[in-house]
């Protein structure tokens, strides 16, 4: 089945350094991603939406300065906490959306990472 | 704008009792709907979802929901809990994929 493969698994990081999480797709090609963060015991929040070759779209109140994305391929996405301060601990998570075949039926299947739970300092 | 709605934050459950976790949406069109069930520090993992027809879905690990246009909902249920089904279940509305607030399972041995 899809794979997605997000990293670093855990991050800790000091307050003012920047981070860099990275989503793959494994064995398949990924013409949408969605980037969520996660707070303890609370639902997943979709930060942003990401499609290959183009600018991110973000989602209201979330800074699109502090929360870089990059959709560089078909297969990888990346988002990069700038600057990051203790608020921006959170556990953040990405999803694939794979691409379908013209003439079939979409698939609104997303496939998930297993998550970035990113600490600051 | 698309919502989605699980009222009940916390439900425990005798193992081998029924569970029925509920989820109302809000969607102009015929949505796409997900249940995704995430264990502590996982990523989710898809239940089930409904795209059309049948309005009884089929997932794994003995799951099913049922999609009712008339109330809006699409709430899942497995007949007989297991102790390993204790986890935090969420439902999602497709497209932007917006997630409800989640529900945690507890299941009492």
């Known amino acids: 089945g899809a794979v997605v493969s997000q990293h670093p698994s855990r991050v800790i990081c000091k307050s003012g350094t920047s981070v860099k999480i990275e989503c793959r797709s494994l064995?398949?090609?990924?013409?949408?991603m969605f980037w969520y963060r996660q707070f303890p015991k609370q639902s997943l929040m979709l930060m942003a939406t990401?499609?290959?070759?183009?600018?991110?779209?973000?989602e209201q109140g979330v800074e699109k300065d502090k929360f870089l994305i990059n959709h560089a391929s078909l297969t990888l996405s990346t988002l990069t906490v700038t600057s990051a301060h203790p608020e921006d601990s959170s556990f953040y998570i990405c999803?694939?959306?794979?691409?379908?075949?013209?003439?079939?039926?979409?698939?609104?299947?997303?496939?998930f990472g297993s998550g970035t739970q990113l600490s600051v300092l | 704008a698309q919502s989605v709605t699980q009222p009940d934050i916390h439900i425990t459950v005798s193992e081998g009792a029924s569970l029925e976790l509920r989820c109302n949406y809000s969607?102009?069109?015929?949505?796409?709907l997900f249940w995704y069930v995430q264990s502590p520090g996982q990523g989710l993992q898809l239940l089930l979802k409904?795209?059309?027809?049948?309005?009884l879905v089929q997932g794994i690990k003995g799951f099913e929901a049922e999609f009712k246009r008339s109330q809006s909902s699409f709430n899942l249920r497995k007949p007989s809990v297991h102790w390993s089904d204790a986890a935090e279940y969420f439902c999602?509305?497709?497209?932007?994929?917006?997630f409800g607030a989640g529900t945690r399972l507890t299941v009492k041995p």
């Open positions: 999803s694939a959306k794979r691409g379908w075949p013209v003439g079939r039926p979409p698939d609104e299947k997303l496939f």
């Open positions: 064995d398949f090609q990924a013409t949408t």
């Open positions: 990401s499609n290959e070759g183009s600018k991110a779209t973000y």
């Open positions: 969607y102009g069109a015929t949505p796409y």
């Open positions: 409904y795209f059309s027809g049948d309005t």
């Open positions: 999602a509305v497709g497209g932007g994929m917006r």
